[in-house]
């Protein structure tokens, strides 16, 4: 991966890039678990709400 970026402007990017993918490769399926876990409770809590106005005049 280094020598294809090395030399070029975009170098430190990919590396850092890289290093953050492989750091987090290994936690991945914790992240997803968790993920789910989180968008089964927010779903609810997203639904419509029915709201009722009523229009006066002033």
Do not use: C, W
């Not at 409770?41 to 709400?49: E, F, H, K, S």
């Amino acid at each position: 991966m280094d020598e294809q970026y090395k030399g070029t402007s975009t170098y430190e990017y990919h590396r850092n890039q890289f290093r953050l993918y492989a750091e987090n490769d290994a936690v991945e399926p914790e992240i997803k678990e968790a993920l789910a876990e989180i968008l089964y409770a927010v779903y609810p809590q997203n639904q419509p709400v029915k709201h009722s106005y009523q229009l006066s005049r002033n």
